[in-house]
């Protein structure tokens, strides 16, 4: 037995059966054993292929085919038109549509989606991020040298300052002190051989506190500081 199948769009179909290629060009009918063309009508009926019995009504049955090819080119440009908005909304890149889908395009009359550039929005934020992290560092910085001045206060040494209310002065001075509040007798000796021309020029009151300190660690006087 066979059967006829009719192409009545404007486009070319080609298909493959047990690994033959077979080509129904447009507005063309093709005779073809049933199992044949039960395959192809199965995978080419949504473009617009039909089966043509005796008798049938063939302005009716292309009305339906053309139809159904003009319903499944429309699907392919909604389906890269949805997809390409989401991508965009989620900040990624352009996904270019085939060629055949831009031509069902341009028949139709319905627009495509236009390339897009991915928007600078989230470079943007992780910009802002990175600047908002940089300042809750810096406020933790001080706000853990704060909590250092306090313990450092509390423990006694020197004068009690409060960071709060501290002078100029004052914060200089409470400075210094974090640099060797917490040496002992295996790096103070080092880092005063190493930084003398510097504690030299601090405020009596730092070198009169690194004076007792290595008196108290050493138990001996530092000399020419």
């Excluded at 550039?117 to 001080?142: F, H, P, V, Y």
Aim: charged share 35%; aromatic share 6%; with cysteine.
């Amino acid at each position: 037995m066979s059967t006829v199948v009719f192409n009545p769009t404007h486009e070319e179909f080609k298909t493959q059966y047990v690994g033959e290629a077979i080509t129904i060009p447009a507005g063309k009918k093709l005779k073809m054993d049933d199992p044949r063309a039960r395959h192809i009508l199965n995978e080419l009926g949504q473009r617009g292929l039909c089966r043509l019995d005796y008798g049938d009504d063939e302005k009716s049955i292309a009305a339906e085919g053309i139809e159904r090819n003009r319903e499944f080119r429309m699907k392919q440009i909604i389906t890269y038109n949805q997809m390409n908005e989401a991508r965009r909304q989620q900040n990624q890149s352009y996904m270019e549509p085939p060629k055949h889908v831009k031509e069902y395009a341009k028949e139709l009359g319905t627009g495509l989606i236009t390339p897009y550039a991915i928007k600078d929005q989230g470079n943007a934020e992780i910009a802002e991020m990175k600047e908002e992290n940089r300042e809750l560092r810096k406020q933790l910085g001080t706000m853990q040298e704060f909590m250092q001045r306090l313990i450092d206060a509390q423990e006694g040494g020197g004068k009690k300052i409060d960071p709060s209310t501290e002078t100029p002065e004052e914060a200089v001075i409470a400075a210094n002190q974090l640099k060797y509040k917490r040496l002992g007798k295996t790096n103070l000796k080092g880092w005063i051989e190493n930084n003398r021309e510097e504690i030299g020029a601090w405020p009596e009151e730092n070198r009169s506190e690194i004076r007792k300190k290595y008196l108290s660690v050493y138990g001996q006087e530092l000399k020419g500081l």
